[in-house]
């Protein structure tokens, strides 16, 4: 049972180690975030189970088979070949009962699945969920995959049951044929009472832990299928594999980029072109800003700056924040980070002082997403988290856009400090935000059309 404790988690660790390291493209086409969630919570019971004390109760059983088979032939092998005959019933109801149950675990794992996702995605939106009344919507929703799920499992529930009476009935077919043989072989052979009973009693004991066996057989099976697409995932290696260690690997950056020639479409959508030919030089230490209509392209290319990821600070429009503390917000910017490095971040993108009339200052809860703070304030801490990276290439993706004048203001203002000596890539439809900026580049349909 520890042992199998041990492998789940294993295969636990494993799967999400393989998650994080899949492509963007595997997350918008193959999986979504409740089904991962859903496999790390409940497939993984499943396999700790067909893994776990089943695993030596099935051995046990298949012991007591073995040996009640093994007593039965040294007292009387002629009684015991004729029981033998109903083997191959019970052979083949036992597996037909555990292919259909895996089948069926498998189609209710991915309900389930489903399920999980709903729930993911309105209690992760509960304000806006609650905002437009959409709570029944979402129960009904769920209330969908649920009756998948509920199918799924009484279909299960009921092969089982005709599964295990099947067995059963084979076996006491074969008690009624091995008392009326055993009457012939008294007559016939010289069989005793005494040996006939033994053979019985040994192949009873033999059948009956056969049919024991059949729920460990049913965890097999449904284990069986949860693993399977765990280790499909497990199996599959993304086309941008972050953990090979292969290629060429610098020490520093001056901060240049230069894209040429580049041709793109999101792998959700392949037949729509982002970038047709799109080429732009942007030099080190200078600040580029991309303007152009919805969809033209511009966060495109901030996506695939991101590639160098360790040296590139981001800040986006909507700042993703944690359900934690301040400080363990901006901490994520960097591994390791002194309390001292963690202020000085914060002092950088003017955040200090709202910081600092908190109660509990740098280890207030933020909430859910952020929620507890206001939109200027989450965008300073994103600054922070940024600031604290100190990266040779700055991304800011329409960081100002959501905020109001005032809130735009001070964010600003943290920007303009962050920028100097550093190659900025801003992303803007504000004339305010680029005034400072270097270079402007105008795309339209995935190209540039004009710089200046």
């Known amino acids: 049972m520890v042992t199998g404790e ?9 799967y999400l180690k393989t998650i994080l390291r899949q492509d963007v493209a595997f997350f918008d086409k193959e999986t979504n975030t409740g089904e991962v969630v859903g496999r790390m919570s409940g497939d993984t019971v499943l396999i700790q189970d067909a893994m776990g004390e089943k695993v030596g109760k099935f051995l046990q059983l298949i012991a007591t088979f073995i040996g009640g088979f093994a007593i039965a032939f040294t007292k009387g092998w002629l009684l015991t070949l004729v029981m033998m005959s109903t083997l191959p019933l019970l052979a083949v109801s ?8 895996g089948k069926m675990a498998s189609k209710g794992q991915t309900a389930y699945a489903k399920a999980a996702h709903v729930v993911e995605q ?9 905002s437009f009344t959409g709570e029944k919507q979402a129960v009904s929703s769920y209330k969908v995959f649920l009756v998948d799920a509920y199918k799924s499992g ?6 089982a049951g005709v599964g295990l009476g099947t067995v059963m009935f084979v076996i006491f077919c074969g008690y009624a044929l091995a008392v009326w043989f055993g009457v012939k072989m008294i007559i016939e052979k010289g069989y005793n009472g005494g040996t006939v009973i033994n053979v019985i009693i040994a192949v009873l004991t033999a059948s009956m832990s056969l049919g024991q066996a059949s729920p460990s057989l049913s965890a097999f099976a449904a284990g069986q299928a949860a693993a399977y697409k765990m280790f499909e995932t497990i199996k599959r290696k993304p086309e941008i594999d972050t953990y090979d260690p292969n290629g060429k ?37 200078t600040t580029a800003a991309l303007v152009g209509q919805s969809g033209s392209g511009k966060s495109t290319v901030i996506s695939l700056l991101r590639w160098i990821r360790g040296k590139i600070g981001l800040v986006s429009q909507e700042p993703v924040l ?9 901490a994520y910017g960097k591994d390791g980070a002194t309390i001292e490095e963690i202020r000085s971040a914060s002092e950088l993108a003017n955040a200090a002082k709202f910081i600092d009339k908190l109660p509990q ?12 703070l206001s939109g200027g304030q989450k965008q300073r801490i994103a600054i922070a988290r940024a600031i604290l990276k100190n990266p040779r290439i700055l991304l800011l993706d329409e960081a100002t856009s ?28 504000r004339l305010s935000t680029i005034r400072n900026a270097d270079m402007i580049v105008v795309i339209h349909r995935g190209k540039m059309v004009e710089k200046g």
């Open 6 to 14: 041990r492998q789940a988690a294993r295969i636990r660790g494993l």
């Open 249 to 285: 690997t610098l020490e520093d950056i001056q901060g240049q980029v230069e894209l040429k020639e580049v041709y793109f479409s999101y792998p959700a959508r392949p037949e729509e072109l982002i970038f047709n030919g799109f080429s732009l030089h942007i030099p080190s230490g």
């Open 402 to 429: 959501a905020l109001d004048a005032e809130s735009e203001r001070v964010v600003q203002e943290a920007l303009d400090r962050i920028m100097v000596n550093r190659t900025t890539v801003v992303v803007a439809h």
């Open 122 to 130: 309105t209690i992760g939106s509960i304000r806006t969920v609650a």
């Open 361 to 372: 200052g740098l280890d207030t809860m933020v909430g859910d997403h952020g929620t507890q």
């Open 94 to 101: 036992g597996a037909a009962m555990a292919v259909i149950i």
């Open 154 to 159: 009484v279909f299960e529930g009921t092969i």
């Open 322 to 330: 944690f359900s934690s503390s301040i400080k363990e917000n901006i």
